[in-house]
């Protein structure tokens, strides 16, 4: 892979893993494949969903609302998920499996208790910014592979908003698993491929 590239691993945390607090089917499944694809890559930046525990996008919050529900916020719709990734727990952190020693930034996100972030560019209210377009520009990096979970909201916002800042995104599908909440990957897929994101399999990539 050119200087140019970077791989930007998204979330692989043991609460989306199996048996974690919101646990995406199969998610541990591809920690194995993203430590491959990380040897192709000079830059790989990984991200951390890392919420405090009063934080807004946690059912446990709302009194009388359940996970899964939505909620109205200042930015927008909000869906309202079972309390995970609370910040220096033990599913906060990476995922055990992940073996990247030159992984050289780890962005958290979702830290702010008013707003939530499945973007590792720019927060729900779509004015707080995280620095990594900067720190990706940095270094002089223009076409990003994106993978992780999960899917349908993580690393799909994640690309759409890598699209927004003038970076060309790529999702390596196969080292993805989704959530699929009432149709969210297909929406999702949708709004990509609106923006402009490719869709590839990790055997494309080599
Ligand atoms: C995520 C829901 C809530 C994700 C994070 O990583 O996709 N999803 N927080
Ligand atoms: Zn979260």
């Not at 590792?120 to 994106?146: M, P």
């Not at 790529?170 to 949708?190: F, K, M, Q, V, Y």
Request: a negative charge; glycine letters at 10%; charged letters at 15%.
């Amino acid at each position: 892979m050119q200087k140019t590239a970077a791989l930007i691993v998204v979330d692989l945390q043991p609460d989306f893993c199996p048996g974690g607090a919101l646990a995406v089917p199969g998610g541990d499944e591809i920690v194995p494949l993203v430590n491959k694809l990380a040897q192709n890559f000079e830059t790989v930046v990984l991200t951390q969903d890392w919420h405090p525990a009063d934080h807004v996008s946690f059912a446990a919050n709302h009194p009388g609302q359940a996970p899964f529900g939505m909620i109205d916020l200042p930015y927008g719709p909000q869906v309202l998920w079972p309390t995970h990734c609370v910040m220096e727990s033990p599913g906060a952190a990476l995922h055990p499996g992940l073996h990247i020693p030159h992984a050289s930034a780890i962005i958290r996100k979702g830290s702010h208790r008013n707003v939530d972030s499945y973007s590792a560019f720019l927060e729900a209210d779509r004015a707080t910014r995280t620095g990594l377009d900067g720190y990706l520009t940095s270094r002089g990096v223009t076409d990003l592979y994106i993978c992780g979970l999960a899917l349908d909201f993580c690393v799909a916002w994640t690309a759409e908003d890598a699209r927004g800042f003038g970076f060309n995104a790529t999702i390596i599908e196969d080292a993805c698993r989704a959530i699929d909440l009432n149709g969210s990957l297909a929406a999702a897929w949708a709004r990509l491929a609106k923006a402009g994101v490719k869709p590839i399999t990790s055997p494309g990539l080599t």
